[in-house]
């Protein structure tokens, strides 16, 4: 089992000293042309040509750019990730920890004392809205991966 302090620490660790690229599906995994035809076939949304375009060019960098998205960047945390750039899923392992490969609504579900007063919110604690996740970090700051914002 992780604790909150690791979790909250690994967020702010991908959110900061390394680079990020919102890819809907894609499981903390370092982007290389080797794998970019995998990340356009699994969903329609990498596929647009401005995403298509931002993929590309991120696999193409040094140091290797990650991707994410919202769900996936809590699952991959949960799952280990470590930022190795040699792994399939920057060291990330599917499905560990007793953790399910689960959406963003699925993720909400499984909390508990769910609540939309965010006067007690805690480090650790996810928001949430509908298509929408990220990590409270504390201090006001939130940890997340969307193309509305940087990415």
Not at 131 to 151: F, L, T
């Amino acid at each position: 089992m992780m604790q909150v302090d690791k979790f909250i620490e690994t967020a702010k660790k991908i959110a900061t000293d390394y680079k990020t690229l919102y890819v809907m599906g894609c499981i903390g995994a370092p982007l290389t042309t080797a794998n970019f035809d995998r990340w356009l076939k699994s969903y329609s949304y990498n596929s647009k040509p401005v995403r298509k375009e931002m993929i590309r060019a991120a696999c193409n960098t040094t140091p290797r750019t990650f991707g994410f998205d919202c769900v996936c960047l809590i699952k991959s945390i949960l799952w280990g990730w470590d930022g190795n750039p040699n792994a399939a899923y920057g060291g990330a392992e599917y499905c560990s920890n007793g953790v399910p490969d689960i959406n963003e609504t699925g993720m909400i579900n499984v909390c508990k004392n769910v609540s939309t007063d965010f006067g007690n919110i805690t480090a650790g604690e996810v928001v949430y809205m509908p298509g929408h996740i990220g990590i409270y970090v504390g201090n006001g700051e939130v940890v997340e991966c969307s193309p509305a914002w940087e990415n």
